[in-house]
């Protein structure tokens, strides 16, 4: 008789609650997929194992859409708080050019991919612009930091090539000059980008900014992207000095420089989109644009609030990022649901927006702005990527709707997450993790940017 080759059948069984509807005894996952979302008379065929989850409220997998692992090096830096963002970014760059190098870059990295998993976030993108001296295979690291904790992974691979002595505000020690940006943009595409089904890494073209790369590589990023296939990022419309330097330096607002380099297309997702108007709006969801709403970092530099209903309204796709730890000062996107959902309520009102809104960015918006529809939700046939949270602390307790308590009471650490149908995070703690020798080296590592520069 041949052996059974059929995936093993596991029932998530009887949890509190899912963000699904139809799920209300639970789900069953098979082959690292989402096979079936059980009712209430049970499975409809035998399972090979049993999970019980009744501690356990279920969400999908959260994606983070814009961040930048190396900044929890300079976390709460004493020269760069209580301001806004180019004063912000004046104060921390000489000390990145100074101090980043290729072994505090990964710690820096690890530490982010963890606290992340441990929020309950299973797809990562990390907005990569720096490469020191020492680390042109920055890139490479990343994937090596996101294999390790088997965690998916959309890589960057963005550039500054605009620096302070010519007129821009980046170090110049952090720049890249035009040919090697481009000769490894190609290398990491190729090396890395794999855009079927269940992937765990893409690659996406991401020049930092306006403000710090030139026309030039903004326009052959965007025939890149077409060349492979892949997504296109970079910041926009985040601070009012943004639209100041575009109209000075292009004479044109920052979306109107984005259209003439090339980039109004779907492959498109932007971080931020807080400073744009109505008629800027109607574009961007006419092309199906991407917006990466970072609450947190936006109300620690107090660049403003994302017009989240109206880019929806409108036809843009709206995601969720946490953005650099050193403009938010941890790497934890459950949070920034919550953040999201409370910004979101002093725009609009307390009806206008609600927990599911804010829950469905994290997961399903920021899967659309990565152009996957294989993760981000809650069904059959979507990869098992899962985020189970418990209600057992003191904030949870009186709460009666156990998914709205996630999010109105504070939830910020899962219990389990689940990465295509494997567990990642057991009991609070990543598997394979020592936290304790991480926090140790990531202090130390840390502390060379205190130093003078």
């Known amino acids: 008789m041949a052996a059974d080759t059929s995936p093993k059948r596991v029932w998530l069984r009887d949890p509190i609650a899912v963000f699904a509807d139809g799920s209300e005894r639970g789900l069953v996952i098979a082959g690292g997929r989402i096979v079936e979302l059980v009712g209430r008379d049970g499975p409809t065929a035998p399972c090979d194992e049993i999970v019980d989850a009744s501690r356990h409220v279920v969400l999908p997998g959260l994606v983070n859409t814009h961040h930048h692992f190396f900044q929890t090096l300079t976390r709460a830096h004493p020269d760069a708080i209580n301001k806004e963002l180019f004063p912000w970014l004046k104060a921390l760059y000489p000390r990145w050019g100074a101090h980043l190098n290729r072994d505090r870059f990964r710690l820096g990295v ?27 295979d920055a890139v490479d690291i990343e994937a090596e930091e996101a294999e390790r904790l088997g965690m998916r992974i959309a890589l960057t691979r963005g550039a500054i090539n605009f620096g302070s002595k010519s007129g821009g505000i980046a170090d110049e020690r952090l720049m890249q000059g035009y040919d090697t940006v481009i000769a ?11 855009a079927s089904e269940g992937s765990f890494r893409c690659v996406a073209v991401a020049p930092c900014a306006p403000f710090n790369v030139t026309r030039q590589l903004m326009i052959d990023s965007a025939a890149l ?20 330097f575009c ?10 420089y984005l259209e003439e380099v090339g980039w109004l297309n779907e492959r498109v997702w932007l971080a931020h989109g807080i400073h744009f108007n109505d008629d800027e709006i109607r574009r961007l969801g006419k092309h199906r644009i991407g917006v990466c709403h970072c609450p947190t970092s936006n109300m620690v530099l107090a660049s403003g609030i994302c017009r989240t209903k109206e880019l929806e309204a409108a036809g843009a796709i709206v995601g969720l990022g946490v953005d650099g730890s050193a403009s938010n000062d941890n790497s934890n996107l459950m949070e920034s649901i919550r953040h999201a959902l409370m910004l979101g309520r002093l725009r609009y009102g307390a009806e206008a927006v609600t927990h599911q809104d804010a829950i469905r960015w994290a997961t399903e918006g920021s899967a659309a702005c990565l152009g996957r529809k294989d993760i981000g939700r809650i069904e059959a046939g979507r990869q098992a990527d899962l985020a189970l949270f418990t209600l057992d602390e003191l904030r949870f307790s009186g709460a009666g709707d156990p998914i709205a308590a996630l ?3 504070g939830a910020h650490r899962a219990n389990r997450v ?8 057991l009991d609070g703690a990543p598997v394979g993790v020592d936290l304790a020798r991480l926090r140790h080296e990531h202090g130390a590592a840390a502390r060379a940017f205190l130093e003078a520069v």
């Open 418 to 425: 689940m990465v295509g149908g494997k567990w990642r995070v």
């Open 110 to 136: 690890r530490l982010a991919l963890t606290e992340l998993l441990m929020s309950g976030c299973t797809t990562a993108s990390d907005h990569l612009f720096v490469f020191g001296a020492d680390m042109p």
């Open 184 to 194: 490894d943009c190609e290398r990491v595409l190729s090396k890395y980008h794999d």
């Open 247 to 256: 109209l000075a330096h292009f004479g044109c607002r920052p979306l109107d």
């Open 225 to 244: 992207a077409e060349k492979y296939d892949c997504r296109l990022h970079t910041h926009l419309g985040e601070t009012r000095d943004e639209d100041e």
């Open 407 to 409: 999010v109105l009471c």
